[in-house]
Each structure stands twice: as structure tokens, then as C-alpha cells.
């Protein structure tokens, strides 16, 4: 079976319920069950090559049981791991706790509604996703900090902290460095409790504390290129245009 891309695809691993959950999920718009075995190593090899985003199991299989089918598929996909959603009778507190401590993302007691199952994977896609950009977010102020402190911008000042939210919405939207004065301004200065002029000359405050400290170097080396001189600044919208620009090429 190969996976369908716009859908969120399900690996199920001997858990049909009288085919509920099975019947419930081909005819969903937003999921596709691409794969299913009650054989162990069957799931581990299928599970490696149709790499789905859930794989839904009980805990006894034949040949392995799910606890050996995650440690196998966790330490052999790593960061291609799909969700790992135990539905199972056996309900003892044990079997939840060790499926939890061991990697699982939910365990669920036979016999589950099909629509609570896909709560489940939602909330479970929904917390991820806001996982991830928390930590892109915090990728991005530490990169944009390094900038800022080699080429001589102090953290105290307030320009910087305009100056970093300023880059940071040019990543997210390029275009608005086309509006530096009717969009960008006011947007840091709704944020920051103040206005689009004080924005204005805290960020050109920053960058002319950057000059006096003579880091011209710094910058220069930074963007590969011997961009300015002593006596030349760039304006706000070009130091933050050409920050973004490196973020961006950087992935």
C-alpha cells in the first residue's frame, strides 16, 4: 500500500475491534489506514518502509509482542518514529506505565470508540506541532542574538530588542520589509506597548552604538562580502533585510 500524502496516515497492528476502528477510518476525508498485520516482525518491516504517522497496536502480536515492535521501530526509524498508539485488553496499570515509560504516545483500554481514537491522534499532531515551532522559534532568537552580539548591538538597549522582533517577522513575512513604515513599525510598536517612531529610533540607535563600537569587521565577515565602511550605515530596513535574508538561506 503506499501512503497517501494529504491524508494522516494509520499502520494497524491486530487491532480491529470487530473491524470498528478499520471501518471508521476508510471512510475518513482526513485519515487513510495504510497498512495492517497481527504478525510482529511483519509490522516492524512494514511500519520502516511505509513510514506512516501513527501506527495503532495491541500489545500481544505473534512471533513479538508491541513492546519489542516499538523498541525495534524506535531505535531503527529514530526521527521517522511514527505516534505509537497501544488499544489493548490488557488494562493492568503496569502494561500502561511501561508502554508510556518506553515510548508510547497513548494507551487505550479495549474497547475504544473510534471517534475518541481520532481526538487522540489529533490532540497528539496539534501538541507536536506546537512543539516544534517552540523550538524553531527558539533556534531563530538565539541565531539572531549571535548576530547581534558579534557585530556589536548590547541586549539592553531597546533597539535591540526591536531590531530582533523586526527580523524575526521578516523571516515569517520577507514582504514586509516593502512596509517598513505602514506595517513593520506599527506591528513592533502594538507589541512592544509603544510607538512607530520611538521603534524607528531605537533601532537606528542600536545601529549607530553597532558603528561606534567599530565591529564593521564583524559584519563584513558575517555577510561574506565588505558591505560598509566606517562611514557608511545601513538604514534599519537594510540591516534587518539582510539579517532575514541569512536566517532564510540558513534554513
Not at 137 to 161: C, M, R, T, V, W
Not at 223 to 235: A, D, R, V, W
Amino acid at each position: 500500500m503506499e501512503k497517501e500524502s494529504k491524508k494522516i496516515t494509520i499502520y494497524l497492528a491486530d487491532v480491529p475491534q470487530d473491524d470498528t476502528i478499520e471501518n471508521y477510518f476508510k471512510r475518513s476525508e482526513r485519515f487513510a489506514i495504510i497498512g495492517q498485520s497481527s504478525d510482529g516482525e511483519t509490522v516492524v518491516t512494514e511500519v520502516e518502509k511505509l513510514k506512516p504517522d501513527f501506527l495503532i497496536m495491541e500489545v500481544m502480536l505473534a512471533g513479538m509482542d508491541g513492546f519489542m515492535v516499538m523498541e525495534k521501530i524506535k531505535s531503527q526509524m529514530q526521527g521517522d518514529c511514527p505516534k505509537i498508539i497501544f488499544i489493548s485488553n490488557l488494562s493492568h496499570s503496569g502494561f500502561v506505565s511501561k508502554a508510556i515509560k518506553e515510548g508510547a504516545s497513548y494507551f487505550m483500554v479495549k474497547p475504544v470508540m473510534p471517534q475518541n481514537l481520532e481526538e487522540r491522534m489529533v490532540d497528539l499532531l496539534s501538541s507536536s506541532m506546537d512543539s516544534q515551532q517552540q523550538s524553531s522559534d527558539k533556534q531563530l532568537d538565539e541565531k539572531i542574538s549571535n548576530i547581534f552580539i558579534s557585530i556589536g548591538i548590547p541586549a539592553h538597549i531597546k533597539g535591540y530588542q526591536f531590531l530582533r522582533e523586526a527580523v524575526k517577522l521578516a523571516v515569517e513575512e520577507p514582504e514586509i520589509i516593502g512596509s517598513i513604515t505602514k506595517r513593520l513599525y506599527p506591528t513592533i510598536a502594538e507589541k512592544f506597548d509603544t510607538s512607530s517612531s520611538k521603534v524607528e529610533r531605537g533601532m537606528r540607535h542600536a545601529i549607530e552604538v553597532a558603528w561606534n563600537r567599530g565591529k564593521i569587521e564583524n559584519i563584513n565577515s558575517l555577510f561574506g562580502l565588505k558591505i560598509y565602511g566606517s562611514n557608511e550605515k545601513p538604514t534599519n530596513g537594510e540591516l534587518i533585510a539582510l539579517i532575514a535574508d541569512k536566517m532564510l538561506m540558513e534554513g
